[in-house]
């Protein structure tokens, strides 16, 4: 007796494979999940224990103060250090970074890692920056240059593999901002045209990671990471033009951030 099979076609999947390794391995969602990846590598990693270290050092709020934060994203040469320091100014805020100067010395060894370790390397880097929001901001407006948002969109671009259509839809669980973590009042991210930016970085001596360094030769990469900023939620980000000359693009932020904010 022989058995017949039939060959049929079905419709694409709801996901890309390779979405489905994205969370806790190339995005975490928990403080808990990111430290305890780093505690594993403790012996193979000796950098590993300064970075557990300085967490260990810093409170972990989920709230901020009774002043607004003010994230400020975007890829490298939209304006993001320039107008951060104008907003410093402006509203006599306080400026921070993500990840915070603390980790610098470290980021050139995280940045050699596989995928599950630097990601891990960079979520407790928000959670640093988040104790240092929570305590500056109880005593004047917050300015962060880049948080979640920056760690979450470039994990997204790295882990998903093809082009745009391969990004996981809008709403997905993934675009999700983990419960622990400080929210901020408000995201703004910063936006050129392809050539615009291409301009402003020429001559630029930038300290770029391996995925940075990518936006320049990968036009599919850089749309991936575009795209994953804008579909995360909650907070999600107000997109800012950011081609006019820096007075313009700080006029616009300032009635942003008073409309918003109320600052």
């Not at 805020?93 to 993500?98: E, F, Q, R, V």
């Not at 060894?109 to 979520?123: G, K, N, S, V, W």
């Not at 917050?142 to 948002?149: F, N």
Request: aromatic share 6%.
């Amino acid at each position: 007796m022989s058995t017949r099979y039939c060959v049929m076609s079905t419709g694409a999947p709801v996901l890309h494979p390779s979405v489905l390794n994205i969370m806790n391995n190339d995005v975490f969602y928990s403080f808990e999940d990111a430290y305890n990846v780093l505690v594993e590598c403790r012996d193979i990693i000796p950098e590993s224990k300064a970075v557990l270290d300085l967490v260990d050092q810093r409170m972990h709020p989920s709230e901020s103060g009774k002043f607004p934060v003010i994230v400020i994203e975007g890829l490298d040469a939209t304006g993001k250090t320039t107008l951060t320091e104008s907003l410093k100014k402006t509203v006599n805020a306080a400026l921070l970074k993500s990840p915070p100067q603390s980790l610098a010395p470290l980021r050139p060894r995280f940045d050699c890692e596989p995928p599950l370790i630097r990601r891990a390397f960079y979520a407790l880097g928000n959670y640093i920056t988040a104790g240092q929001i929570a305590r500056e901001s109880s005593k004047t407006p917050v300015i962060v240059d880049r948080y979640w948002h920056s760690t979450a969109a470039y994990a997204i671009a790295t882990a998903v593999g093809g082009g745009v259509g391969n990004l996981p839809a809008s709403g997905s669980e993934v675009y999700r901002w983990p419960e622990d973590l400080l929210r901020p009042s408000l995201v703004l991210l910063l936006t050129v045209n392809p050539e615009e930016r291409q301009r402003r970085l020429r001559g630029r001596g930038l300290d770029q990671t391996r995925e940075e360094s990518e936006l320049e030769v990968n036009h599919l990469f850089r749309k991936k990471v575009e795209e994953a900023y804008k579909r995360i939620e909650d907070p999600a980000c107000v997109i800012v033009d950011a081609s006019p000359t820096p007075d313009k693009v700080l006029q616009q932020v300032l009635l942003l951030m008073k409309n918003k904010c109320h600052l």
